[in-house]
């Protein structure tokens, strides 16, 4: 009897090295929006510590119009970086989620053809029972022929 042989094996082990380049694609995805994230919160931080440094001068009552209009500027700074930070991380989740779904993509695909495979497997072992089964009664028939003589 022939050996097994999945004639889709090429697109099998192509899809398995499509799937794992899509995880690596996920992962690099994901850590740069987590990075994305951690330089917002650091954005935050520093526009939270502005507001204390500028209550704190304001608090002491003598404020000069050169440093009133310093912290001025840093604030309009801070939030435009603020909101081209949100928009970078918009960004990124809309990128994330684009290679989420083609690593799903990939897996069905995958899981498709694996399931292929096994159903051709299952036939030829089917097949190869049916044969060994043949082989069997012939023998079987033989010797039963042979002892009657």
Same mark, same amino acid.
């Given at each position: 009897?022939?050996?097994? *042989? ?15 380049? !899509? ?11 987590? =990075?994305?994230?951690? %330089?917002? +919160?650091?954005?935050? @931080? ?8 500028? =209550? !704190? ?13 310093? %912290? ?7 939030? @435009?970086?603020? @909101? ?10 809309? =990128? *994330?989620?684009?290679?989420?779904? @083609? ?10 053809? #694996?399931?292929?495979? +096994?159903? *051709?497997?299952?036939? %030829? ?5 049916? =044969? ?5 009664? #012939? ?11």
């Amino acid at each position: 009897m022939k050996k097994f *042989r999945f004639q889709l094996e090429t697109l099998l082990k192509v899809t398995k090295m499509n799937k794992d380049q !899509a995880q690596v694609e996920l992962a690099k995805a994901t850590k740069k929006l987590e =990075e994305a994230r951690q %330089y917002l +919160e650091v954005l935050l @931080e520093q526009m939270a510590q502005g507001h204390k440094d500028y =209550e !704190a001068i304001t608090s002491k009552g003598s404020i000069t119009l050169g440093t009133l209009m310093t %912290y001025n500027s840093f604030f309009n700074w801070k939030r @435009e970086q603020i @909101e081209q930070q949100q928009r970078h991380i918009m960004d990124c989740q809309s =990128e *994330r989620q684009h290679r989420m779904t @083609e690593l799903v993509k990939i897996m069905n695909k995958l899981k498709s053809i #694996e399931q292929l495979k +096994e159903k *051709r497997f299952q036939q %030829y072992m089917a097949e190869v029972f049916f =044969e060994e089964q043949k082989v069997l009664d #012939e023998i079987g028939g033989q010797l039963f022929f042979r002892n009657m003589g």
